[in-house]
């Protein structure tokens, strides 16, 4: 999978030692299925060995320009979006009829087709499709806005064209040598094949595929053929051929075999364009049939094109920040050209004239007589009879005697151009430089390797991401013979041929991110790191990391790693930095100059990058680094040794030789050393306060505190914690972040939001006691009460902030008696989430039981006191999890705690007429506790928390208003009330969590729980509807408000009647 990475030099120190040994999860054999054989496509091609890496086309888009694709076809279903069309002359939306128009949803079932375990599956199978609708075979003519359809989807950059011309002209002729001049060419696009020929030009990161057309030529249609005529801007342009997977075998080596019916006869070949043709199976392809949503085989090298789409579609998954024109060479340079070809082919063309062509055989001169030519037909027809859809032996034989065979001598090339498409080794990369398919704006001026020196230089731009080129990569030279005439070096347009002919090609890394050449390289071009990382290095299995022929320069703003062999040499003006899997980074000769740095990385066992040389030339600087995510424990002593050498001689030596430390809690002291790298002495070790000196307040100092213990103690994961923590960012920032995951805050923020509900609930049952029907008749009126309500408190004052949502029902029953006396019970079940700002995500279930009264005798003038309390159980489950810089664990914690409130207070309530008011004043006491508990699952970071109980007394002072009871009706009569308070903590501090780390015995620290805000404002408001049938029925919302950004908001409904 594509990755970014880091362009730091300890960045990319710590990606060797973190992504140097990555290795796929699957085996190509796991996805040979018999959906996989089913289409025919997938085994030749090797499929199997891209998804073993992970690529199944996942992120990536295909556009279709075809037929429209039947979307509710279960393989399609919610992958396909479509351009809209419309019928030319009327304008009206053109709508399909599937029982014709069948082709573009086969097209696209080769490609993209879902991995469901029914029928088939496409090549790219979690790839989406955007479909062009230009074609129909209902006799329409339709039109479709290229404009539009590429403006709509930007993102889209490979587009399947399965289509072509229904005449057939030819432009090149291989045997005879003809070409059509490109000013001929030129005149003979039409506006659609312009449409795509311009989005190629301008948007060169999209790539246009074409099929070769199905004339049984030896050269491919005019929309295939376009490079040819159009030069090197037009590199991200393929042609197609197609193949019979029946007639091909594979040999003891699993090389495959082709039989003389393994090219159809219908397959137009790639004379003329041999450099940007690929093959692929196209005969008797199975695939989708929208006509009945099933499925159906079909020929064409419209069949063999989307095989070719759709592997490039895993290529833009493997490497997103490829150009088009790099996309495309992956897969022609990739193409499998191992294979057994036949001696000849078999093919007809649409004037039904059939052609035999030997590959690779020399011309004897004298032509075959028609029953030789007979019996090379019968051979190759008999291998697979079923492809000659329509046609019989005896068709052909008559075919023959009506018009005479002919007989064309190809070259391997001219029929099969670079190979058969192969997606396992295309994912891994291009794997050859080719000057045929560059310009003269790669030929760069390299004068740092030598006086004059100009090679031709691919260019690959990272952009932050990770990639690795696993192929071995070779180079070809420039050829005039792959070129039009105009476009040779004696032509009349002859600038890219002038510029690259006779050029060494190499390869040029820029931009940020990481590009791995792990291949047997060969090409002779130089190797320039002009920005970001370039790794030579060898595979997980030891072999390949080679640049035989290659010099490399590394400039300022580059740097290269690697444990590979670089057989010339190397400049470095950048930064080299030896190790990758393995230490050692060998050169034939090495020169530094003095704005070249050597870093190597170093580890607490001593071990060290190398850089060994046939010849070194020093100077600049020697940096020694700290390999990251590894554990360096206190009061270590280094010694660094050899980690330059030089079979032959060394001249010069470092100016400088020094230590690059960007950890924010190690320190390292240099001591003896060497100027040529021969030796360094190292001591290690850590401040007494590494780590709680970054901590913002006390809570988490305590927790840094514990953990300037613990590292003197660490074993195992504890181990691994530091590993990671050590190498954080060098400012504190990842310490400082850390040492809040590591608390036991999120206990301190259920106790906090325990207390929430606690008083939420009491809002709620006092605001039914004062809202509610009460009536000095000494009947019980029974209530229930639903609600729900969400809170969130910001973190401050050392607290780590929280959300916290819950919900549930309360039930009871009160009464009210002549002396003005309101008491009564209450019962509730409560369900809580709370989700840490930092960390933690816990769940409780609770069970409270409470009283609640209002006293106001009619002769206290409208004073009155009140009060309710409550208290339960909360069953919690709490998950706490730790994440930063890679490192992630998840602690878990089952328990039982306890928790309950009080409140009790006084008011007034003066008659005003329509409606009653007054102020109001109270003490609101809240609880809770957990026992001790010891948390599972998280290793090193598990904590161990004594048994601790929390207190809150806050201070309430406000105000009420009831409204006047106002009748709808006869039955029904309501009243609305209103209330605000401002809420004062009096504790300094809710309690203390003592904590300690599992794995660090000794390592105690506290926790203090405060209330994040010491102030706040309640607000109420509801209206009460009462009927007289003894029922009554409100709604209520309120709110509690902290000026420091956290909020309480909830509602309920109160249902009660009387009996």
């Not at 007809?348 to 090379?376: A, C, H, L």
């Not at 060994?612 to 990251?628: F, I, K, N, T, V």
């Amino acid at each position: 999978m594509p990755v970014k990475t880091a362009t730091t030099c300890l960045g990319a120190v710590l990606f060797c030692l973190a992504l140097a040994g990555s290795v796929a999860a699957a085996t190509p054999e796991s996805f040979r299925t018999a959906e996989y054989e089913r289409s025919g496509v997938l085994d030749v091609i090797n499929a199997a060995e891209a998804y073993a890496l992970g690529y199944t086309g996942a992120g990536v888009t295909v556009g279709v320009i075809d037929e429209a694709i039947r979307s509710d076809h279960p393989e399609l279903a919610g992958k396909v979006a479509m351009a809209p069309a419309f019928i030319d002359g009327s304008g009206e939306l053109f709508r399909p009829d599937w029982r014709q128009d069948t082709h573009g949803s086969h097209v696209g079932g080769i490609i993209a087709a879902r991995r469901d375990g029914v029928g088939m599956h496409g090549v790219a199978f979690d790839a989406a499709l955007w479909g062009g609708p230009f074609l129909t075979d209902s006799g329409e003519a339709i039109l479709l806005d290229f404009d539009a359809y590429f403006a709509a989807r930007p993102e889209v950059r490979i587009f399947n064209n399965s289509w072509g011309y229904l005449m057939w002209e030819r432009y090149y002729d291989p045997v005879t040598s003809k070409d059509a001049s490109r000013e001929e060419v030129l005149e003979a696009i039409d506006p659609d094949l312009g449409a795509l020929f311009d989005h190629a030009l301008d948007y060169p990161e999209s790539v246009i595929v074409f099929a070769a057309s199905n004339e049984g030529r030896n050269s491919p249609i005019i929309n295939a053929l376009l490079p040819r005529y159009a030069g090197s801007a037009l590199g991200n342009w393929i042609s197609v051929g197609a193949l019979d997977s029946e007639a091909i075998t594979r040999d003891d080596q699993g090389e495959l075999v082709l039989k003389e019916a393994a090219v159809p006869f219908f397959n137009n070949l790639a004379g003329g364009a041999e450099l940007w043709t690929v093959m692929a199976p196209g005969s008797l392809i199975v695939s989708l049939d929208a006509s009945d949503n099933g499925y159906m085989p079909d020929s064409g090298t419209s069949m063999a094109a989307p095989a070719v789409s759709a592997t490039l579609a895993l290529v833009q998954q493997a490497y997103p920040w490829m150009t088009g024109k790099q996309l495309a060479d992956a897969v022609l340079t990739t193409a499998n050209n191992r294979f057994r070809a036949p001696e000849y082919i078999v093919s007809m063309d649409d004037s039904e004239t059939v052609y035999v062509r030997f590959i690779d055989q020399p011309n004897p001169g004298t032509p075959p007589d028609t029953e030789q030519v007979k019996e090379w037909v019968r051979k190759a027809f008999n291998q697979h009879p079923e492809a000659w859809v329509g046609y019989t032996l005896e068709d052909l034989y008559g075919m023959m005697d009506a018009r005479p065979p002919v007989v064309e001598y190809l070259s391997r090339e001219q029929v099969f151009g670079q190979g058969i498409l192969d997606a396992g080794k295309a994912v891994r990369g291009i794997a050859r430089l080719d000057a045929n398919r560059m310009s003269a704006a790669d030929v760069m001026d390299v004068p740092e390797l030598g006086s004059g020196r100009r090679d031709a230089l691919e260019t690959f731009d990272t952009r932050g991401y990770f990639a690795e080129f696993s192929n071995d990569i070779s180079e070809r030279k420039w050829e005039d013979g792959y070129h039009h005439a105009d476009l040779q070096t004696g032509g009349s347009d002859n600038g890219d041929a002038l510029a690259l002919d006779g050029r060494e090609v190499g390869l040029r890394k820029t931009g940020a991110g990481t590009l791995v050449l792990s291949g047997e390289n060969t090409y002779g071009g130089a190797t320039l790191v002009d920005g970001g990382n370039l790794v030579v290095a060898r595979r997980a299995d030891g072999t390949g990391g080679v640049l035989e022929k290659s010099d490399v320069l590394v400039r300022g703003e580059g740097m290269l790693l690697g444990d590979g062999d670089i057989r010339q040499t190397l400049l470095n003006r950048g930064t080299v930095v030896p190790g990758w899997r393995g230490e050692t980074l060998t050169v034939g000769t090495y020169r530094q100059d003095e704005a070249g740095t050597l870093l190597v990385a170093f580890d607490p066992q001593g071990g060290r990058g190398a850089l060994e040389a046939a010849h070194a030339d020093l100077a600049g600087s020697l940096l020694l680094a700290p390999r990251q995510q590894v554990f360096y424990p206190n009061a270590l002593s280094l010694r660094l040794e050899k980690m330059v050498t030089a079979t032959g001689s060394t001249t010069g030596g470092f100016g400088l030789v020094g230590v690059l430390n960007m950890s924010p809690t190690l320190e390292f002291r240099l001591g003896d050393h060497d100027m040529t790298g021969a030796y360094a002495v190292l001591d290690v070790g850590r401040a007494p306060d590494a780590y709680r000196r970054y901590a913002p307040d006390g809570n988490a100092a305590s927790t840094g505190r514990a953990l300037d213990y613990a590292v003197t103690v660490a074993q195992g994961d504890m181990r691994d914690l530091f590993s990671v923590l050590d190498f954080t960012a060098p400012d504190g920032s990842g310490v400082r972040h850390a040492l809040k995951q590591l608390s036991p805050g999120a206990y301190g923020s259920v106790a906090l939001a325990s207390f929430d509900v606690q008083r939420t609930l009491s809002d709620m049952v006092m605001s039914g006691v004062f809202s509610g029907k009460r009536q000095a008749d000494g009947n019980w009126h029974v209530f229930a009460q639903p609600y729900g309500a969400r809170g969130n408190q910001h973190g401050r004052r050392g607290m780590d902030g929280y959300d916290a949502s819950y919900a549930g029902l309360i039930g009871g029953a009160q009464r009210s008696t002549p002396d003005g006396l309101t008491v009564g019970w209450h019962v509730a079940g409560n369900d809580l989430s709370v989700h840490g700002e930092t960390n933690g995500e816990a769940e409780s279930e609770g069970v409270y039981l409470g009283v609640q009264g209002v006293y106001a005798p009619a002769d206290w003038g409208g004073w009155h006191v009140f009060g309710t309390g409550r208290a339960g159980v909360e069953n919690w489950k709490m998950e706490r999890r730790i994440a930063f810089d890679g490192y992630a664990r998840e602690n878990t914690e089952n328990w039982t705690g306890f928790s309950g409130t009080l409140r009790a207070g006084a008011g007034y309530e003066g008659d005003f007429g329509r409606f009653r008011a007054g102020p109001f004043a109270a003490l609101d006491y809240a609880f809770a506790s957990h026992p001790s508990l010891k948390e599972d699952g998280g290793m090193g970071t598990r904590l161990d928390l004594d048994a601790a109980a929390f207190h809150s007394l806050r201070f309430s002072l406000g105000g009420r208003l009831v409204t006047e009871r106002t009748g709808l009706n006869e039955h029904l009569a309501w009243q609305g009330h209103f209330s605000a308070a401002w809420n004062h903590e009096l504790l300094g501090r809710a309690g203390t969590i003592h904590a300690s780390f599992a794995e660090a015995a000794g390592a105690d620290f506290p926790y203090v729980v405060r209330t994040p805000c010491r102030d706040s404002v309640s607000l109420g408001a509801g209206v009460s509807f009462v009927t007289d049938r003894d029922m009554f029925f409100s709604v209520t919302a309120g709110s509690e408000l902290s000026g420091r950004g956290g909020d309480t908001l909830y509602g309920h409904v109160n249902l009660g009647w009387t009996f």
